[in-house]
């Protein structure tokens, strides 16, 4: 399950001192959308990823680097790709999109 990767995003924000609120308005999202995602109950677009990891100062990759749980399986690894896939083809199609017309 790939949804693990994301515990990253409160592993960050618990490093900075920050509340789920403080990580919300940081990135104009809500609390709840904000506990959802640490949860693992929603996986944020693209750009809510882009927010996250700008907020919390670090590369959007970093928010889906195994956190060595002792939960992890190689599942985890098969979704992570599947996951960093998608984003690939969102940002090349937005390139083709914004500079190819």
Known sequence: MMIVTMENVKSFRKKLGWT???LAEKTGVSAPYITQ???GKRTPSLDIVERLASALGVEYKSLFEPNDSPHAS???DFSRHLLESK???AVTDTIRREFMG
């Open 74 to 76: 190689p599942a985890d």
């Open 87 to 89: 984003l690939i083809a």
């Open 20 to 22: 789920q609120e403080l």
């Open 37 to 39: 995602i640490e949860a």
